[in-house]
């Protein structure tokens, strides 16, 4: 009997600690800390991805404590990143030092609301609600956090919520080819042969985060403008010298503008070579026209004064023949006869050296075009 008795009383002591199991059990199934849906505010500012250092992430929670608060220790919050186990210490900007990423005490939940981590009582009993709010940093990315629930004995811990992407504009790298030769962006200066610029820029790293890009002539104003990544410019340089502003927008946004200035200096010196050669030629041509010109005129010249010589001398043969003979005769029509027929040949001949003296000049205006051109 005694031993029956004490196995009785064993018997009851195992029971009551059953007892008490089950209700620990049921108690911590109702103790909940969780991230409701739709209550995350993003203040992303670039849809759904952060910018680093510019953007706030908030993270609204609710916590239901059934009222257990003598082993009820703290909340907080932890953070995994990928491929690595949860952790309760971030280093988190403006902090340049690790520290607990977000601790409550419950009890005294009823506190002013502050920027980091926020705690504050409902209408509903036992009912509390909890904010973070930290500055976006690329080490968090696409990291994954969780609450916790922290009693003397055990601990309840809330679903997973994933942090979105944050990007760093600082990470883009932008690609400069000029005249299909890669250029420094960070001290753009070019020297080539070629008469014409060709600029392309492709930016690099975005992480499919919209871009906006453009290349601008700073002396003409001229320009070229692409909602892409990709931006191609092409245009004659028309100095030894000349500007380019390039640029781009990450997020399409003026403030994560990064703009590039580059020179481009113009090897000339073979364009003037050929350019004095073929000036050269044109001369050498000009000049030699201009001497049969001058040859024409001397021999026009010359023609004249040989028909005015004879038309002397025919006179000179009528006057003494006439008075031989002491007949009269008109003295003026025949050497007037003469006169007109030779007078009229020589207007041909410098209606003739007229055309060409316009050809001449026609031809010079066409070569003084085509050097200007060129």
Known sequence: MYGFGVSGVITKRKISKCLIFLFFIELTRSQTIIFPKNSNFWSASCGQTFIHRNDQVVLNGK???MGIWDSLENIQYEIKEQNENYRTEVNIPPSTKKKKMCILDVKICDMPWHSECICQPTDVENVFEVKINFTADVSISEATIRGKLTYTNYSVYSEEIKIPKIYDPDNAEPVLYITNKVANVSSCFVKTEESIAEIVLIVNKLDNVPCRSQIKDVKSKGSSFSETNVVTYSTALQSKQSSFQISYQICNLKKFE?????????DISDIVVRHSECTNVTYIQAS????????ILLLLYTQRVHIVRELNDQRCCFKKKLKKKDSYIDQETIPMDITDNEMLQSRKNYSTARRFLLLLQHYRINTTERMASR
Request: aromatic share 10%.
């Open 63 to 65: 916590i239901n404590t």
């Open 258 to 266: 990064r703009i590039i200035y580059c020179n481009i200096e113009t």
């Open 288 to 295: 030699i026209l201009i001497m049969q010109f001058l040859i």
